[in-house]
């Protein structure tokens, strides 16, 4: 249901977020129903990353112990521990995908990639049980081939294209597309391959995180023309792009400080004004009415997560009424900072 005033959204969908661990997860993990979703497709970069069905078992239990009211689809890290045998067994258990990152391009990805050749039998395996493959599409910066965190998306992208092509039947997300690359990339590619893009990525240009560390995140935020192309897939209604937050919350002391020897944290905070801020953006350039396409249905048909009837009663409402948004979000000592502390949004929960 829609008007001017009030939009229904049937169970949104959030297909990449970051819950932490510890104390930091207990304040950020309700935040993904405060930000108005039902579904958290839950990345594994913890300390240790997540690479086996136990463990991963072991933190969805731990989730459904802060929130029980959501459903968190859990990935595996890509690793050298994981096998063919691992994933068949992880598929069995219910765990959806297998996130790629390369070597130290991001949060707690040291134990990063190099080489994808290494893990075609690990692909093999994931395209036979259907499980999903998620792509940080980003390669290392590296002076000799003129590579940095402009160019590094664009630069990962013909590894995509290979991969699909070896593997026309796996499903693979490329994460959080930065670029008009990326975005005609992925649309020059079968049905098998979908797309992320993030509410802060629709916002942001470079001149957004030069010299503001709270809108600083891997990957950056790159030209206009750039976020005019997600803006432009959005407005079209592609189904093969839909919301990943990418919602990476750090301890404000970690966003807001760096030394001569280290940067600051890399990450923007989303949660718990998702839904709100992403009608917000899409309104701004011309997409409202494609809001629930991008916010659920699009990312659930991809994933075979499909709204059922019950699901749909769960549907959530926005009403067009400007609301501030908080500036810090606590839990006895741990603390967060929103993206778009204190300023206005034109849409609120009901």
């Known amino acids: 249901m829609s008007s001017d ?12 977020v970051h819950l932490r661990q510890g ?48 459903e968190y689809l859990m990935t595996l890290y890509l690793s050298p521990e994981l096998t063919p045998d691992e994933i068949r067994k992880a598929s069995r258990a219910g765990i959806v995908g297998v996130k ?55 630069q990962f992208l ?14 693979i997300v490329l994460e959080h597309a930065t670029t008009r690359a990326a975005v005609e990339t992925v649309k020059s590619l079968g049905d098998t391959v979908g797309c992320t893009i993030t509410a802060h990525h629709l916002s ?11 809108h600083f995140c891997k990957p950056v935020a790159k030209y206009p023309d750039d976020r005019e192309a997600l803006q432009e897939v959005i407005r079209e209604g592609h189904p093969r792009f839909f919301l990943g937050s990418d919602s990476a919350p750090h301890p404000p002391a970690a966003k807001a400080t760096a030394t001569p020897t280290d940067a600051c944290a890399a990450g923007v905070y989303t949660s718990p004004i998702l839904l709100p801020l992403t009608a917000h953006l899409l309104e701004s350039f011309g997409a409202l009415d494609k809001l629930e396409g991008f916010v659920s249905t699009f990312g659930r048909k991809f ?30 000592t741990e603390e967060v900072v929103s993206f778009w502390a204190g300023k206005e949004l034109n849409w609120s929960l009901e």
């Open 5 to 16: 005033e009030v939009i229904r959204i049937a169970s949104p969908a959030d297909f990449h």
């Open 23 to 70: 104390r930091l997860s207990a304040l950020v993990t309700p935040h993904v129903r405060k930000g108005g979703f039902t579904l958290a497709y839950v990345m594994p970069n913890l300390k240790p990353p997540i690479t086996s069905t136990e463990q991963a078992l072991a933190y969805k239990g731990d989730l459904e112990a802060l929130d029980p009211d959501v």
């Open 100 to 154: 790629s990152y390369p070597r130290g391009v991001t949060t707690n990805s040291d134990g990063g990639i190099e080489s994808y050749e290494p893990y075609y039998p690990v692909f093999e395996a994931m395209q036979e049980v259907g499980m999903v493959l998620n792509l940080h599409g980003e390669i290392p910066s590296n002076p000799a081939t003129n590579t940095c965190v402009l160019n590094a998306e664009p």
């Open 158 to 171: 013909p590894h995509l294209v290979s991969l699909h092509v070896r593997f026309p039947r796996l499903r």
């Open 204 to 214: 942001l240009t470079v001149d957004d995180w030069a010299g503001q560390s709270f």
């Open 303 to 332: 994933y075979g997560k499909e709204v059922t009837g019950t699901e749909s009663q769960a549907s959530v409402t926005l009403r067009k009424k400007k609301t501030t948004v908080d500036k810090v979000w606590a839990l006895e």
